[in-house]
């Protein structure tokens, strides 16, 4: 049976966009003994290509970090999140701010969404992360990670259908679904050229100016969209999913899902002017000197008729912080 055959109506929508049919992305089934640094190296590193790791999570995190632990957590903790509505990478930059609490039954009284247009969602969220203990720990990740790479967790934590628009991050990234579904469109770096790279700032990433899910517009002002192929990863409770650097990507979820990802910074990135220049650029951004002309996903209100004067938002992939 083909990815196609299988895939939700929307993702069976978006892949309308392409003429060939997707590929699959290499799996592994994880006897998570095999798991180390080791098979990372020689099986991951090596490859270059993404790579799904079925049940490579621990089965005490995923019970620590069950959505009945989360919905827990989140009614206890007093403090607020910014969120995002909509889709920052191709739309307008959109923040809301709303209390953990209340984010909490948002996020499992599917009430709090009837009639809803678009979702809110927790993307990429330090404020999250401060309120977490060590997750690259508690996910028994450094057992598989070279010690030499830099690590920088985020979270993610939203209801079904929040979507993550077609981009690609200059580091790698290893994925983890604790639990939830979400299905990815990975497109190899030779892709780029039918990918239409925007001018729109994002920290330590590049962003497309295409919208999968206008397949109409897309076939008509993005001709060399048709020939990309992607490679489709469906990520349940309890997978990882390696996506090396230069591979665009796009993400949807089919239902309440709590993710975290670990961006990896090589030891090259680090002794090479790589890491540096990203943060150059980011110190330029927030002066307003680097960025600001063609929007952000930064700022409230980027991309709207040039009007990037509002104030900044801690949130939408923002730099780790050492």
């Given amino acids: ?150 690590r920088y967790p985020y979270a993610f934590l939203g209801p079904a259908k929040t979507v993550s628009g077609l981009h690609v991050d200059d580091y790698h990234s290893l994925f983890s679904q604790l639990w939830g579904h979400k299905i990815f469109l990975l497109f190899p770096p030779g892709d780029t050229p039918g990918i239409y790279v925007s001018r729109k700032y994002d920290w330590a990433s590049k962003l497309s100016r295409v919208d999968l899910r206008q397949v109409a517009s897309n076939r008509k002002n993005y001709p060399l969209l048709r020939g990309c192929t992607p490679f489709l990863a469906e990520v349940s409770s309890g997978d ?15 239902l309440p899902s709590f993710s975290v990802t670990v961006f990896l910074a090589s030891p090259w990135r680090w002794l090479s002017h790589g890491i540096w220049e990203d943060w150059l650029r980011f110190g330029l951004h927030e002066l307003g000197l680097v960025g600001r002309a063609h929007g952000c996903t930064c700022h409230e209100g980027a991309g709207q008729q040039g009007s990037h004067d509002q104030p900044s938002v801690d949130l939408e992939r923002r730099p780790p912080e050492q």
């Fill in 1 to 150: 049976m083909s990815p196609v055959d299988v895939a939700p109506p929307f993702i069976a929508r978006v892949l309308e966009n392409f003429d060939s049919a997707p590929r699959r992305a290499r799996t592994v089934q994880s006897d998570r003994r095999e798991l180390s640094r080791g098979f990372f190296r020689d099986r991951v590193l090596g490859s270059g290509e993404p790579l799904l790791v079925r049940n490579g999570l621990s089965p005490k995190a995923l019970t620590s970090w069950s959505p009945e632990s989360v919905e827990a957590f989140l009614a206890r903790e007093p403090r607020r999140f910014w969120v995002t509505r909509g889709v920052a990478d191709q739309g307008d930059s959109r923040f809301e701010e709303i209390r953990a609490r209340e984010y909490a039954r948002y996020l499992f009284d599917e009430r709090a969404r009837t009639n809803e247009a678009e979702p809110i969602y927790l993307s990429i969220s330090k404020e999250l992360m401060r309120m977490l203990p060590d997750m690259v720990r508690e996910l028994e990740l450094d057992r598989v990670i070279p010690r030499a790479y830099a």
């Fill in 240 to 254: 990882l999913l390696w996506i090396p650097a230069g591979w665009f990507h796009f993400v949807y979820a089919t």
